[in-house]
Nanobody, 130 residues
Framework: QVQLVESGGGSVQAGGSLTLSCAASGDTYRSYYMAWFRQAPGKEREGVAV?????????TYADSVKGRFTISRDNARNTLYLQMNSLKPEDTAMYYC??????????????????????WGQGTLVTVSS
């Protein structure tokens, strides 16, 4: 079992920055792949970024956030992060962290298939005003 709790959301003006955190409990966290998803009102949940569990963690991003967002993890602190820079109004959404055991497919596959997640946090709201 992995329990996930997000924090760090808030309101920010376009061009600003926020850092989201996801605190994980459970001994298996360090072996799990982790990801950030988001869901805007009236839209489907979409993948934002994925990170593998290895020490030299591999990452992948949705095209919409590439170059602006950075996913990272601190396995010593059981915490996942999402650094968000140059925020845009279209980044407004509820942001969720998710976990799943490692698999052999490409990381980008998970971005397109949120239903393959094994565990979810409760979400943290990010609002970007123009």
């Amino acid at each position: 079992q992995v329990q996930l709790v997000e924090s760090g959301g808030g309101s920010v003006q376009a061009g600003g920055s926020l850092t989201l955190s996801c605190a994980a409990s459970g001994d298996t966290y360090r072996s799990y792949y982790m990801a950030w998803f988001r869901q805007a009102p009236g839209k489907e949940r979409e993948g934002v970024a994925v990170i593998s569990s290895s020490a030299g963690a591999i990452t992948t991003y949705a095209d919409s956030v590439k170059g602006r967002f950075t996913i990272s993890r601190d396995n010593a602190r059981n915490t996942l992060y999402l650094q968000m820079n140059s925020l845009k109004p279209e980044d407004t959404a509820m942001y969720y962290c998710a976990a799943r055991p490692p698999w052999t497919g490409p990381l980008s596959q998970w971005l397109l298939r949120p239903a393959e997640s094994s565990y979810w946090g409760q979400g943290t709201l990010v609002t970007v005003s123009s």
